[in-house]
């Protein structure tokens, strides 16, 4: 069987992984882009709704148009994109070639590979476990805040201890109709300021407290509660339940591991600050590496994304040049720009 080869294969898809995609297609190199999830993204989907400031030259930007504008970008040159791929294991055979081993056996091959796995391996909302949940997921029940305004004029429960139910606290209030916020502990886990400015808003805040189940005909009415203090059961009727029980966060890319790399504090993974780790032809970016003075930034992800690639082209290619042409100046993307530099009207009569 033919082995499809390619010259750069990127485990993960946040900020990072889809810099890396998107350059590793200015310097032509054939790529690949592995993700765990059911979506390109990243950590950042954990926060759509959250502004992100620190991105150089960029105004703010949610989270989710951040990420929707890094994917178009990562896609510029049409790399492959293979979801729902958990990589377990990096192998290298006779040939000098690396084996990219899955969760579900496939193999993938490719001249080098960018770890850009992000801060946490692949993450996922912990989700409640109470029988209906599964039936109201999308229908008044959800695990995350794409946009505020759908929460508007809504009685709001979130359910959650920590920081991010706080802020979602914080972010709804003004424009809810009311909103309550529940906590199975008896103490909120997050800054007093934070907890002070949600409680100022008019959140209500009871603790103690859990869901036990949800009701309502195709969408969530009303939620059935229960007070672990005192053993009262009560329902409360709600248009919309946010839960933050926390994240599932799994790093399996050395379960199977066949390449010399040891993890710095069970997770990162230490390289050089230009991306290089120990086994050549293997280099790291983003969250996940660790050097002397790795800036834990989006913008910092950037760097190290360019770095990588162009270590990567010249592994392949030792007489290459060692960075792409600024995209200015870049003929590559000479046809690409027609569509940002001119109205459509103008290139149907060209």
């Known amino acids: 069987?033919?082995?499809?080869?390619?010259?750069?294969?990127?485990?993960?898809?946040?900020?990072?992984?889809?810099?890396?995609?998107?350059?590793?297609?200015?310097?032509?190199?054939?790529?690949?882009?592995?993700?765990?999830?059911?979506?390109?993204?990243?950590?950042?989907?954990?926060?759509?709704?959250?502004?992100?400031w620190d991105v150089g030259g960029v105004k703010p930007v949610t989270g989710q148009q951040l990420i929707d504008d890094s994917i178009e970008q990562a896609l510029t040159f049409d790399p492959a994109v293979e979801l729902n791929t958990i990589v377990t294991g990096i192998s290298k055979d006779d040939?000098?070639?690396?084996?990219?081993?899955?969760?579900s056996k496939t193999v993938h091959y490719s001249r080098t590979v960018i770890v850009a796995i992000g801060g946490s391996g692949i993450i996922s909302h912990q989700k409640i476990d109470v029988p209906s949940a599964?039936?109201?997921?999308?229908?008044?029940?959800?695990?995350t805040v794409f946009d505020v305004k759908d929460?508007?004029?809504?009685?709001?429960?979130?359910?959650?201890?920590g920081p991010t139910?706080?802020?979602?606290?914080?972010?709804?209030?003004?424009?809810?109709?009311?909103?309550?916020?529940?906590?199975?502990?008896?103490?909120?886990?997050?800054?007093?300021?934070?907890?002070?400015?949600?409680?100022?808003?008019?959140?209500?805040?009871?603790?103690?407290?859990?869901?036990?189940?949800?009701?309502?005909?195709?969408?969530?009415?009303?939620?059935?509660l229960y007070n672990n203090k005192t053993g009262e059961h009560y329902e409360q009727e709600y248009d919309a339940v946010l839960i933050n029980h926390g994240y599932n966060?799994?790093?399996?890319?050395?379960k199977e591991n066949k390449i010399d790399i040891e993890l710095v504090d069970n997770f990162y993974i230490p390289a050089s600050s230009t991306g290089e780790t120990k086994v050549e032809g293997v280099y790291a970016a983003g969250d996940c590496v660790k050097y002397p003075?790795?800036?834990?930034?989006?913008?910092?992800?950037?760097?190290?994304?360019?770095n990588a690639v162009n270590n990567a082209k010249l592994f392949i290619q030792p007489d290459a040049h060692k960075t792409a042409e600024v995209s200015s100046h870049n003929h590559i993307l000479d046809e690409k720009n027609m569509k940002y530099m001119y109205s459509e009207e103008t290139l149907k009569n060209q």
């Open 249 to 254: 966060k799994d790093n399996l890319l050395f």
């Open 1 to 52: 069987m033919t082995k499809d080869i390619y010259d750069i294969t990127i485990i993960g898809s946040g900020p990072a992984g889809l810099f890396s995609a998107f350059y590793a297609g200015l310097r032509e190199m054939k790529t690949k882009i592995l993700e765990g999830n059911p979506e390109l993204g990243g950590k950042v989907k954990v926060y759509p709704q959250k502004m992100v």
């Open 293 to 306: 003075g790795k800036v834990h930034l989006i913008a910092g992800a950037y760097q190290d994304a360019v």
């Open 134 to 143: 599964e039936s109201y997921e999308g229908k008044g029940l959800h695990y």
């Open 151 to 161: 929460f508007d004029n809504k009685d709001v429960l979130v359910s959650g201890g």
């Open 95 to 103: 040939d000098g070639i690396f084996n990219i081993h899955t969760e």
């Open 165 to 224: 139910a706080v802020d979602w606290g914080n972010d709804l209030a003004p424009n809810a109709r009311s909103l309550t916020l529940i906590y199975r502990g008896d103490k909120v886990r997050a800054l007093e300021a934070d907890i002070t400015r949600m409680q100022n808003n008019g959140v209500r805040m009871i603790t103690n407290t859990e869901i036990v189940d949800f009701n309502g005909h195709n969408e969530v009415s009303s939620v059935k």
